[in-house]
């Protein structure tokens, strides 16, 4: 189809379609696989909703899940998680782009712009250097950390050579493309002693939250703050803010919390502080029990996972990105500045609109299905807003509810996870995307505020 006019032409007018499709084609594909028998452990069964969820939340990297991983999974079945996780999380927007250019050898400036709002990059540039520098990066990450991981797994577990290499694999990938699966019932609970484990999954995580055009960027300045973008900059600056934040927040109300951090020395109690402060970013690992937190570290935790990491990265949420316009622009009105500004440069009106248009949109989501689970389930307010934001924002923590909620509310967060991973405004664009010239302008006229 795409060989012909036809459909090359529907493919340049309406790309942002065909990554909702991708998801969906990826998401089906993936659901088929897990239902075949090989799939699932022995003495266990799978239904449709239960492989249709786990494959959402894989190719979507959020790692919720509602059967055990470790236990109903067989090997074949692992492996497939780890696949669609490692084909999420490249992003299928990157794949669409790579098509078009096959097909009409170069990108025209229309379907630039498109892409853009996928792939978070700021200029016009080859598809080609974005793809090679994120398969360089996911090569170099990945394989070093599930190095790391194997050495460290067959010291502490005894695994054999084989054993040793899949589980520091596994979760390497999943570290990587912030998707929160693991190979453990109690996730990474079991490891909430050990830095050898814990810190090179959080350095990971970090950095395939960055976002590739941010990786791309410190590439190619050699890590010059001077030589970067704007958009390197705000991503930079706000992620080490969040999670200074995070941590200190985090720590000091889990301190003394007998179910978390409270038994634990201080250093491990450092340790598991920075380790919650970083998951929320979109990984959905942990290292102590979700359900044990207390209030007012699950509100913190909420805010952080709306917020989720770099743009065209592994992660979900409204993105660090929009979270830093919308900071900037209270802040340059609360000053009085006719100009939004960030590291002595302007930003256009349009990113403003943008933001405002991505954050809106997100909220009327989450709280939506954090409505509907409320009325359906019957769950309490807090837990409802935490299992919704922590499936747009495709994280994948939970406080335990999801795999007893009624069908519908799982469906629920499977198009959370979807939307949350697309992204409102591509989700937006793939229905109706059309351009609207404005043929005249209303007069002006300012409403009354606050």
């Not at 109690?269 to 570290?297: H, Y």
């Not at 954090?370 to 994948?396: K, M, N, P, Q």
Request: aromatic share 8%; proline share 4%; glycine share 12%.
């Amino acid at each position: 189809m795409l060989a012909t006019p036809s459909g090359r032409r529907r493919l340049i007018d309406h790309p942002a379609r065909y990554v909702v499709l991708w998801f969906l084609a990826a998401i089906t594909t993936g659901t088929l696989l897990l239902l075949l028998p090989v799939s699932t452990a022995p003495g266990r069964s799978t239904g449709v909703l239960t492989a249709a969820f786990t494959a959402t939340s894989a190719v979507c990297v959020t790692g919720l899940a509602v059967v055990d991983t470790a236990a109903h999974w067989s090997g074949f079945g692992k492996v497939m998680i780890l696949l669609l996780v490692e084909l999420g999380g490249l992003g299928f927007m990157t794949i669409a782009s790579l098509i078009v250019m096959l097909v009409s050898r170069r990108l025209g400036l229309r379907r630039q712009l498109v892409t853009n709002a996928e792939r978070g990059s700021l200029s016009l540039g080859d598809v080609r250097s974005v793809l090679t520098g994120l398969a360089v990066v996911t090569a170099v990450v990945q394989v070093g950390v599930a190095l790391w991981l194997a050495v460290r797994f067959h010291q502490l577990r005894g695994f054999g050579l084989g054993e040793s290499l899949w589980q520091g694999l596994f979760h390497s990938v999943m570290a990587f493309n912030n998707a929160g699966f693991a190979l453990y019932p109690d996730n990474l609970i079991g490891f909430n002693d050990d830095w050898l484990v814990l810190v090179p999954i959080m350095a990971a995580i970090v950095i395939g939250g960055l976002g590739f055009p941010v990786l791309v960027d410190l590439t190619r300045t050699r890590a010059r703050w001077t030589g970067l973008t704007l958009h390197s900059k705000l991503t930079l600056s706000a992620t080490a803010a969040l999670l200074l934040v995070g941590f200190v927040v985090l720590t000091t109300f889990e301190w003394r919390n007998p179910g978390t951090l409270g038994p634990m020395p201080v250093g491990q109690k450092v340790l598991n502080g920075a380790f919650a402060s970083v998951t929320p970013r979109t990984a959905g690992f942990n290292s102590i029990d979700v359900r044990a937190m207390e209030p007012e570290s699950l509100l913190s935790t909420t805010a952080l996972m709306f917020v989720g990491a770099g743009s065209a990265g592994t992660s979900g949420g409204i993105k660090v990105g929009t979270f830093t316009v919308l900071a900037l622009v209270v802040w340059s009105e609360v000053r009085g500045n006719r100009d939004v500004t960030g590291f002595r440069r302007r930003i256009p009106g349009t990113t403003q609109r943008q933001a405002i248009t991505v954050a809106a949109l997100a909220i009327t989501l989450v709280l939506g299905a954090a409505a509907v689970l409320l009325i359906s389930a019957r769950v309490s307010l807090g837990d409802g807003v935490f299992e919704a934001v922590s499936a747009f924002g495709t994280v994948g923590l939970s406080t335990g509810i999801t795999p007893d909620l009624p069908g519908v509310d799982q469906l629920i967060l499977m198009a959370l996870m979807l939307v949350g991973r697309v992204g409102p405004i591509t989700l937006g664009a793939a229905l109706v995307l059309r351009d609207r010239p404005a043929r005249f302008r209303f007069p002006e006229e300012g409403p009354l505020i606050g």
